[in-house]
């Protein structure tokens, strides 16, 4: 045993208690699980720097963008593609404002329960609110975006007593959304560990059981509807046994994991046809999980106003006020078994799905154009199995909602909606995965993609087959679809709403070193996508163009409901 090993904690120099808190709690938190964490580069944060890479069980992905970092670490913390909640990865940067930097995917984290364990280096207490440099007050800094938050103060020997406790409460407060422990260091900052202290007993987690609203007795009558969202945190069985007990289609978005379900119908397009959203109202909702993107599907459930039961998170999502009662998935089921179940509210929806289900096919086979829907849909049906997919939070979902079809099953950060962190994201959730894993995939607009590209950097020497399908329409192509498009000149639209980037995106991913082309029909577009990555693939789109794109769409799915109708 080298001499500073020998030497007690409590006589150690300040330097080597630094490192020895660090490494205690990497030690703890590798027990309880942690196997990534993500170093944004810096000074002040060196000692626990040092600490993660010295443990070979911990797997450092270094990232120098801190924006880029976080949604990393948000990425490492999602559902695995089992649905299995994953360990919280740690995410490290130095004092100042690269902590403010980590906000967006904090809020992103706390919104949708995504673990994570944010700690930010601080300058020690004497040198805050004294214009020291790289020093900003960095106390409460993500206010409730994260459940818990603690600043224990330079490390010193005599609380080494509580150093592993201290890493076991962060873990637990971080198993349903992201913590702050705020780490003052003082210089110098490059110290020697110590022995570490004794290990400590951690108990089970413990898990208070959710306190749940009466069944409305409205699920024992009438005609309703069950929707499916993402991050819902209810079992796919569950939802088929409540659909069987009531007798009421499943209209599932392709975050829900649940679209291939029997009883799923597709709906949006169904919702634009004249007629059928009037005879089609439901009185009672259920829904799991958070609402679909669909403003159509969000405005017609609104109109009958119907019974609306929450199931499942994440947290409570009732930003209309309209939620009647928030309950357990069982209670429903029970309350279902009973009633009498009339085929009839199923079976109109059925015919109706498999109308609009037909059109889709025929639409996207008659013409080998990559239209911004095609290119949805070709994605989602070409992609090989167990293959991962994350699409930016504006037209990419979107389109993959109304026309991924039944096999669509991707990732969008839907807590905040925001369009940043989509490829960093992506990135973390491929890096999360065991070697030889299924590639994964990124669907985005230049805007999007432009906005996060320094998750670009070093892309090349990871080790993640990233394949980034960009569609390329100059802009913000998702404002072209609101009624700011209509009411405004088109040059202060341009401006403000459609803000055109002349941005070269290929040059862009070239600039890291990462492989380019360009597709513009669907058979190059499936070419491409059998080659590994990593690589960006342009799409060339107009965003006027577009907008028509998908009104022929619903045009021809309307077409095709009232000639059934007719019939």
């Known amino acids: 045993m080298a001499d500073a090993e020998r030497t007690p904690l409590a006589e150690a120099d300040p330097v080597d208690v630094q490192a020895t808190f660090c490494s205690t709690l990497v030690d703890q938190w590798l027990r309880l699980g942690v196997r990534h964490a993500v170093v944004a580069p810096g000074s002040r944060s060196t000692p626990m720097a040092l600490a993660l890479t010295e443990r070979s069980e911990m797997v450092v992905h270094v990232v120098h963008d801190e924006r880029v970092a976080a949604f990393t670490a948000l990425g490492l913390g999602l559902p695995s593609d089992d649905g299995a909640r994953s360990a919280p990865a740690l995410l490290l940067c130095t004092s100042g404002t690269a902590a403010a930097n980590f906000l967006p995917a904090v809020a992103e984290a706390g919104l949708s329960e995504i673990p994570m364990i944010v700690l930010t280096a601080d300058r020690p207490e004497e040198l805050r609110g ?153 009185d009672v909702i259920v829904r799991v999980g958070r609402p679909s993107t669909s403003k159509v599907l969000a405005q017609w459930t609104a109109r009958s106003e119907p019974t609306l039961i929450q199931v499942g998170g994440p947290g409570r999502i009732d930003p209309s006020g309209t939620v009647a009662a928030v309950c357990g998935i069982d209670d429903l089921i029970d309350a279902a078994a009973d009633q009498a179940r009339d085929s009839t509210w199923l079976d109109a929806w059925r015919r109706l799905d498999e109308i609009a289900s037909v059109t889709f096919t025929d639409v996207f086979d008659a013409s080998a154009e990559l239209t911004e829907p095609a290119v949805a849909h070709t994605l989602v049906g070409h992609v090989p199995p167990g293959a991962q997919i994350t699409v930016s939070s504006s037209m990419p979902v979107r389109d993959v909602e109304w026309y991924g079809g039944r096999t669509s099953l991707v990732h969008s950060n839907r807590g905040a909606n925001g369009i940043d962190g989509v490829i960093s994201t992506a990135l973390g959730r491929a890096l999360g995965r065991p070697a030889g894993s299924s590639p994964s995939f990124v669907l985005i607009g230049d805007l999007a993609f432009v906005h996060d590209s320094n998750a670009l950097v070093g892309l090349r020497r990871r080790s993640v087959d990233l394949r980034i399908v960009v569609v390329d329409n100059d802009g913000g192509g998702i404002f072209s679809f609101l009624p700011q498009s209509t009411l405004l000149a088109h040059e202060r639209f341009e401006r403000l709403f459609g803000t055109p980037l002349g941005t070269d995106v290929l040059a862009l991913a070239a600039a890291h070193g990462v492989s380019t082309t360009t597709a513009t029909t669907v058979g190059e577009l499936i070419d491409q996508i059998e080659r590994p990555g990593p690589w960006v693939c342009r799409v060339p789109s107009d965003r006027k163009g577009n907008v028509e794109v998908h009104a022929a769409i619903h045009a021809a799915v309307a077409a095709a409901v009232c000639d059934s109708d007719a019939e």
């Open 130 to 282: 004294v214009g020291a440099p790289q020093t900003i007050d960095q106390i409460e800094l993500y206010g409730t975006h994260v459940r818990w938050f603690h600043d224990p103060g330079v490390p010193e020997a005599a609380t080494s007593g509580e150093w592993r406790r201290l890493a076991a409460t962060a873990w637990s407060k971080s198993a349903d959304g992201p913590v702050q422990l705020n780490l003052p260091f003082r210089e110098p900052l490059v110290g020697t560990p110590m022995e570490l202290p004794d290990d400590i007993d951690v108990g089970p987690e413990s898990n208070v059981a959710p306190a749940f609203d009466a069944v409305p007795e409205a699920v024992s009558s009438g005609r309703g509807l069950i929707l499916v969202g993402g991050m819902s945190g209810v079992p796919v069985d569950r939802v088929v046994q409540l659909s069987q007990a009531t007798g009421w289609p499943v209209i599932a978005d392709p975050q829900s994991g649940m679209r291939h379900l029997s009883d799923v119908v597709a709906v949006d397009a169904l919702l634009r046809v004249d007629g059928f959203a009037d005879r089609h109202l439901p």
